[in-house]
């Protein structure tokens, strides 16, 4: 195989960069047999060139100047692998500006300034591609864009943060707190220092967001995503939810609905609880599973690693190769990143959570006290919703308060959110209540 290899540059050598180039590094041979010719590692630049990575870089220039590399005649493919918003955003565009072809594993940009990167590099007719920004090493983007490219997809759902499916896994395996987990989640180096954009649901916001778009061409902004996180979890719920028959999985939800007035979609991020015999219930660790469904294929699921070095890396080099084989065709530019042309892409309306319909799982924090559960019984009762099961863990000592767990049938959460709001007036009432969602016919 003597063709001349397409020259790649890496900016960015944090876990997921490094992981690029073992990749490139040791899968080479196999990429050339798969590609019809190489894929060089030509330049790869970060601030930091002093912390050694274990990463093999003889006959790579490495430095920290990312606008040489973007100007590099050498560089055909920009992969951007530096996170975070602004300094990204830069570089994205400029390296799209200079006629370079554009892979990343940013969510976060992309959730934000699609539009923005997306209409640049149509215009300037170059690629960018993003498989890694979801479920890591999970081919679910190419899956969507290509594989069931002939439905109309009418829902998906599932895990798509590991780190939140770690911590959910080891708090119910352990009965410890949140806090607990956490921190030992982010001495084995799960979590990143600020898990804030995993724990509070925006990480997974970002990635429902991209496939939303892919799924049914809306254009969706991520602000307008109803996202709840999983702080305000506690061992009780799990206990709760076991004794229900359930397990609580962090879940991305996204619908079609199609109505007489058109089509709005019910896109949302929170903890659920789900029946354990179900198939995401069995997704445990920092794995993720993401099920969709379409018209003809009807449902698919798509479960593996989604985060981590050597499997993000996975997505981000089969980008690489699909751009590569492209610029090789003369074909590079013509592929719809979003999987609808983007002039087919349309805002569409959300559904309100108020609208939805489900069973719910309500915790109460109460004095402990005669008469407390009548109370809260007849406020549900008055909002027309039935309780299904009651569960009261513990006394309290001396007049302090206790958790009340309330599990109702099938109800619309409109009602739901103004009998909380009514019963959180009561005087006994001594903290918000707390509600988890019950998914039962995702
Ligand atoms: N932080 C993400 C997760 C991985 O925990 O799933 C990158 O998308």
Redesign the pocket.
Known sequence: MGEEPVGVGILGLGTIGTGVAKVLGQNASVITQKLGFPLRLVRVADIDTETERGVDLRGVRFDSDAEGLIEDPGVSIVIELIGGYDVARRLTLRAIERGKHVVTAN?ALLALHGKEIFDAAAKRGVDVAFEASVG?GIPILRSMREGLAANRIQSLHGIM???TNYVLTEMERTGELLDVVVKRAQDLGFAEADPSF?IDGI?AAHKLTLLAAMAFGADLRFEDIPTEGIRGLTPLDFEAAEEFGYRIKLLGIAKLREEEGGERIEARVHPAMIPEASLLAKVDGAMNAIAVHGDAVGPTLFYGA??GELPTASAVVADTMEIAREIRRGTAGRVAPLSYMPDALRSKPLVDLGELWARSYLVFTVLDRPGVLGHIASALGESGISIESVLQKGQSRSEGSVPIVVLTHPAQELAIQQAIAEIDRLPEVTAGTRLVRIEEDL
């Open positions: 969510k890591g943060n590991g780190t995993d990480d989604g985060a």
